[in-house]
């Protein structure tokens, strides 16, 4: 049983940082693709991050090129998305999905959401 389990929400000021962890379980991952995705509340949600588990073919969205950065780590299961320059903008509930084993560009398991609030 998939299991995608993300951590590391809170509130933070403008121009502060955040790193968003989760930690992946129940199956091998090293053929999926990871992405991070967020939802502001009335807005659709919206990939901000992707990459395959390798860390190969990283993909990020216009608006947080530069200071967010998506990265796993093998030993723990892991995948993070460092945010750094956070701006009120990247507030909403941000989630981590996994596309596999046949990647096809839909997410076929999702964490429950973890909250980033930035304050101005």
């Known amino acids: 049983q998939v299991q995608l389990v993300e951590s590391g929400g809170g509130l933070v000021q403008a121009g502060g940082s955040l790193r968003l962890s989760c930690a992946a379980s129940?199956?091998?991952?090293?053929?999926?693709?990871m992405g991070w995705l967020r939802q502001a509340p009335g807005k659709e949600r919206e990939l901000v991050a992707r990459?395959?588990?390798?860390?190969?073919?990283?993909y990020y969205v216009d608006s947080v090129k530069g200071r967010f950065t998506i990265s796993t780590d093998n030993a723990k299961n892991t995948v993070y998305l460092q945010m750094n320059s956070l701006k009120p903008e990247d507030t909403a509930v941000y989630y981590c999905?996994?596309?596999?084993?046949?990647?096809?560009?839909?997410?076929?398991?999702w964490g429950q959401g973890t909250q980033v609030t930035v304050s101005s």
């Open positions: 129940g199956r091998t991952f090293s053929s999926y693709t």
């Open positions: 999905a996994a596309d596999g084993p046949v990647v096809d560009g839909r997410y076929d398991y």
């Open positions: 990459m395959w588990w390798s860390g190969a073919n990283p």
